[in-house]
């Protein structure tokens, strides 16, 4: 009778430390993945913030050339217009890919919300 029972308190003892190493792993587990979000939400945060900056900059560059060539004779000039048409047309592609941007992320709060 006393061999069972320190046989059972053994097999006890053991089952409790297990469980309380598997207790202490996972709570280490939840307080990285805490703290990988939280980094995460700061970057998410600085990047939205850096994105709206240039797409504001991008805005102010297109007003600036339309303001620049308001009488087109940049564009019109066979070698300055060369590298006037280019520089639009990159501005025009970057703006573009924002607008993609947008309307992807107005999809995705739509289906989110849904």
Known sequence: MLISF??????LVGVIITAFLIIRNLLKQ?????????NSESHIEFL????????RTIL?????ITEIDIKGSFESDD??????KEIKKAV?????????EEEEKT????????
């Open 30 to 38: 939840i307080e990285d993945f805490e703290e990988y979000t939280t």
């Open 48 to 55: 939205s913030t850096w994105l709206v900056t240039f797409r």
């Open 92 to 100: 025009s592609e970057l703006d573009e890919l924002f607008e993609v």
């Open 6 to 11: 320190i046989v059972v308190s053994t097999i």
């Open 107 to 114: 999809d995705y709060a739509k289906e989110k919300k849904s």
């Open 79 to 84: 070698e300055v217009g060369f590298a006037f």
């Open 60 to 64: 102010n560059i297109q007003q600036r």
